[in-house]
Nanobody
Framework: QVQLVESGGGLVQAGGSLRLSCAAS????????MGWFRQAPGKERDFVAA????????YYASSVKGRFTISRDNAKNTVHLQMNSLKPEDTAVYYC????????????????????WGQGTQVTVSS
């Protein structure tokens, strides 16, 4: 019943910016955690960022800290990932995911903590 749909991916030059969005339907979320993950060709899926629905607390992978910002709009049931200073190594399919348990009670970088996943959106950064 719950669906997560990512949008905003595309092709951008190194140093540029993109803003990804993840719209949730089927249920209005006001608790739990929303995470962004990415998977590059031939690589495993890696954690990018997470945010608490209830209080907006955030956590970032070291590789994106200072460049990416995760945010949420509770009224619109949507989360965003603002990506600045993009690098070729950021090229990947980006996925959003929802975990029902509290941000403060789970390991937010572990994908098994999430029960709903979007279809992914491609981000390509040219050098």
């Amino acid at each position: 019943q719950v669906q997560l749909v990512e949008s905003g991916g595309g092709l951008v030059q190194a140093g540029g910016s993109l803003r990804l969005s993840c719209a949730a339907s089927g249920r209005t979320f006001s608790s739990g955690v929303m995470g962004w993950f990415r998977q590059a060709p031939g690589k495993e899926r890696d954690f990018v960022a997470a945010i608490s629905w209830s209080d907006g607390s955030t956590y970032y992978a070291s590789s994106v800290k200072g460049r990416f910002t995760i945010s949420r709009d509770n009224a619109k049931n949507t989360v965003h990932l603002q990506m600045n200073s993009l690098k070729p190594e950021d090229t990947a399919v980006y996925y959003c995911a929802r975990g029902a348990r509290s941000f403060w009670r789970v390991r937010v970088s572990y994908d098994d903590e999430y029960d709903y996943w979007g279809q992914g959106t491609q981000v390509t950064v040219s050098s």
